[in-house]
């Protein structure tokens, strides 16, 4: 679905969208597809991460949804305990499969460092 | 002498929060690694979290200390032999594999046929 998205993106601007892509994409293949040969080539878009971290947050039961914006701190806005940041945090590395240190975990706070993070880290899938 | 006393206090109060942090993380990936399903996971997880909750308002330092030894001792106890831990970290099955070769190096793909390209 996505990549269908991005084939008709190409599709209609070829010339600009190439020029900014190629920043991202380490090789683009024919027709401009944007499918990239490796695994460690695509790394997540940053809106992506945005919302799939929002998805995370906004399912935690202690959590209010209509709160959850991409700068929300978890204990100053959404209310929540040290051991509920903890929780989230948890969630987070099993949602994009990273190993984040205890040192770096114990530092994530708000949603907007938790993005930057795992935006990031090179693992993140 | 109060301002550097109540500083020192505060100072292994923020000390011992981390450390209880970061035991429950550890005690949470443990549990996970235990209980594999996710129903079974989430009753030991709140089981884990009244345990946490019913001791956080101790004031005394002393005694959060004791609590936080007694709790290590726990995790320590119940630590998993063969925990799960992502493929490409440290421990993982996934780690140092394929290492990027030293810079310099580059493959040859026609080696020996130079002459009839």
Redesign the interface.
């Known amino acids: 679905m996505a990549l269908r998205n991005a084939l008709l993106r190409h599709l209609r601007v070829p010339v600009q969208n190439l020029a900014v892509r190629g920043s991202n994409q380490s090789q683009i293949g024919f027709l401009g597809s944007m499918r990239a040969f490796s695994s460690h080539d695509d790394h997540l878009s940053k809106q992506d991460v945005v919302d799939r971290v929002l998805d995370v947050v906004k399912s935690f039961p202690k959590v209010d949804p209509a709160k959850v914006t991409p700068e929300v701190h978890f204990q100053k806005d959404l209310g929540l305990d040290?051991?509920d940041?903890?929780?989230i945090?948890?969630a987070i590395e099993e949602e994009f499969?990273?190993?984040i240190p205890?040192k770096e975990?114990?530092k994530i706070d708000s949603c907007s460092l938790a993005i930057e993070y795992v935006f990031n880290h090179p693992?993140s899938s | 002498m109060s301002g550097v006393s109540s500083a020192a206090y505060f100072a292994r109060r923020a000390a011992q929060k981390e450390k209880v942090r970061i035991l429950y993380r550890r005690a949470l990936k443990d549990t996970l690694n235990w209980a594999v399903h996710r129903h079974i996971f989430y009753r030991d997880a709140s089981d884990l979290r009244e345990k946490f909750n019913a001791n956080q308002d101790v004031e005394d330092v002393d005694r959060i200390d004791k609590l936080i030894a007694h709790g290590e001792a726990e995790y320590d106890k119940w630590r998993h032999p063969d925990p799960y831990i992502v493929p490409w970290a440290p421990g993982g099955s996934k780690f140092c594999r394929n290492p990027t070769p030293p810079a310099g190096i580059e493959i040859v793909y026609n080696y020996g046929q130079e002459d009839n390209p």
């Open positions: 040290s051991l940041t903890v929780e945090v948890m499969k990273l190993e205890d975990a114990d693992m």
